[in-house]
């Protein structure tokens, strides 16, 4: 099937039409399905070649991703690209192969009858085997961890869009998108259930309760995980309900003096003492927000929460960046006229010999836990939990010290985890299960080390309390958006 031929011009829109009326936990395998019946109206049999491809890559990914041996990883990582090279080599370039070691041969009188090949070439074969292999070296150098779901995986080698898409897409792009849930519809009235529901006052209980009750409140025939924050959301009036939490504002939301400082420079946003997210913060901000309400005849377009960042309600997107760029240009300023530095200070890198060493050390003492690494210059380490974001994604506390085995294992028994942040002294270093988890880590290291450099224009950093700090630690969500992030 070509693509300017009429059986795609029929195919096409049958699939895109099949897809948006498809129910969203079984798109990928109608995506599946119709991929596999594009490479086949070439010719049937040839299903079996991508399918062996796609077989060998995803084993090879599994085994890379259950050993932490440089020598064994590196062994998986040739078995799949011979593979794949053979079946390339055996059905492109046999021929070609052939004739040419005839050739060589022909001047020493040892030319004779060479064997040929005589079949069709398979449609993005070439395609379809590099697109395989480089998922291989993603997963080997660390970039990304194994997809265990095969069905997924198949989609992301026979995806039939991916033909016409010029060079070939690296695992680390076009699997996360494939992964990606789409928009998903939620029943306003069945979500604001919450808020008569008897709620259990045990955590654990009562954010299972109210789990389910947002389950429950998707929309039939679509499958998808709600955030938590959605209720939150339904509580601010607006068309567009934004959620961030940039450094210059983390500065005064995790600050000592960030009510005094939110009343003097925003005094139209609604500050909110830090609590728990989830079910517990949403009803609080309700509270908040129908209080204001009433005494100012409207709900607040702007709420500063502590330890959380901020939210923006508008009716536009551009009322949305109009809220933003005031509080960035207000901050910026502030922090000027305090002699604050928004740009975090950070040393410039050692040697690579040395910095090579060290990510050694660090896989010899941690294992699968530093399959990826990533490195910075030094910079001042914030020492203790700023935001539930760098809870999840950097942990409470960095590592400072010589990261031998003994001083990390000294670490795990005191905080019940191993390390992602490490500072060494020849610098910063983030580690993880995968090479965009460690890279994050080291971003939420900088990240935290600004807000407290910028946190001393309001009276000095104020890290989350024990309980707190906790709370976030044992919460399952936070569980799983860390795996999320994982791709």
């Known amino acids: 099937m070509l693509f300017h031929s009429l059986e795609f011009l029929v195919f096409f829109p049958v699939v895109v039409g ?51 041996r440089p020598a064994r990883r590196r062994l998986y990582l040739v078995a799949s690209i011979a593979a794949n090279m053979a079946i390339l080599c055996s059905f492109k370039y046999f021929n070609f192969l052939s004739r040419s070691f005839g050739a060589l041969l022909e001047p020493f009188g040892l030319a004779g009858h060479y064997p040929m090949l005589n079949v069709l070439l398979p449609v993005g074969i070439s395609f379809y085997t590099f697109q395989s292999i480089s998922y291989t070296i993603d997963v080997y150098r660390g970039d990304r961890e194994p997809e265990r779901h095969l069905g997924w995986f198949a989609l992301y080698v ?110 139209d946003a609604l500050w909110v003492p830090y609590i728990d997210p989830g079910y517990t913060l949403c009803m609080d901000v309700r509270r908040r927000v129908l209080d204001y309400a009433q005494q100012h005849g409207q709900p607040p377009s702007l ?33 000027a006229l305090a002699g604050i530095d928004p740009v975090l200070p950070v040393s410039l890198p050692a040697l690579p010999t040395l910095v090579d060493a060290v990510r050694e050390q660090l896989r010899d003492a941690l294992c699968s836990y530093a399959t990826g690494i990533a490195y ?38 005191q905080h019940g985890y191993a390390p992602t942040v490490i500072c060494a ?9 995968s090479q965009k988890k460690a890279e994050v880590a080291l971003a939420l290291a900088q990240d935290g080390a600004l807000v407290v450099q910028l946190a001393a224009a309001f009276g000095g950093v104020q890290y989350m309390t024990d309980s707190a700090r906790e709370f976030i630690e044992n919460w399952g969500l936070e569980a799983y958006r860390a795996e999320q992030m994982a791709w």
């Open 18 to 68: 099949l897809y948006y009326a498809c129910p969203v936990r079984w798109r990928w395998l109608l995506l599946l399905i119709a991929s596999y019946y594009f490479y086949m109206c070439w010719k049937p049999a040839y299903a079996v070649i991508i399918m062996v491809s796609t077989l060998i890559d995803y084993l090879a990914g599994l085994g890379m991703g259950n050993t932490s």
């Open 376 to 413: 910075s210059g030094r910079f001042a380490v914030a020492n203790g939990p700023l935001s539930p974001d760098h809870i999840t994604y950097a942990k409470s506390y960095p590592f400072i010290g010589e990261p031998t085995r003994d001083n990390i294992e000294a670490f795990r028994r």
């Open 425 to 433: 002294p020849l610098g910063i270093f983030g580690v993880g299960t």
């Open 303 to 335: 709420l500063m929460l502590e330890n959380h960042g901020l939210m923006a309600a508008a009716d536009t997107a551009d009322g949305i960046r109009a809220i933003y760029r005031r509080v960035m240009v207000t901050l910026h300023n502030k922090y």
């Open 158 to 267: 026979t995806y039939f869009p991916q033909l016409v898409a010029g060079p070939i897409e690296r695992s680390t792009r076009l699997l996360p998108q494939l992964h990606n849930p789409h928009a998903f519809d939620l029943d306003r009235t069945a979500l604001g259930k919450l808020f008569s529901l008897a709620i259990p006052a045990e955590a654990s209980a009562r954010e299972a309760q109210v789990k389910d009750v947002m389950a429950a409140a998707v929309k039939a025939g679509q499958n998808a995980r709600p955030s938590v924050e959605a209720p939150l959301h339904d509580v601010l009036q607006g068309t567009f309900i934004v959620r961030v939490h940039p450094a210059l504002v983390n500065g005064l939301t995790c600050a000592r003096l960030g009510a005094q400082a939110c009343a003097e420079l925003f005094p």
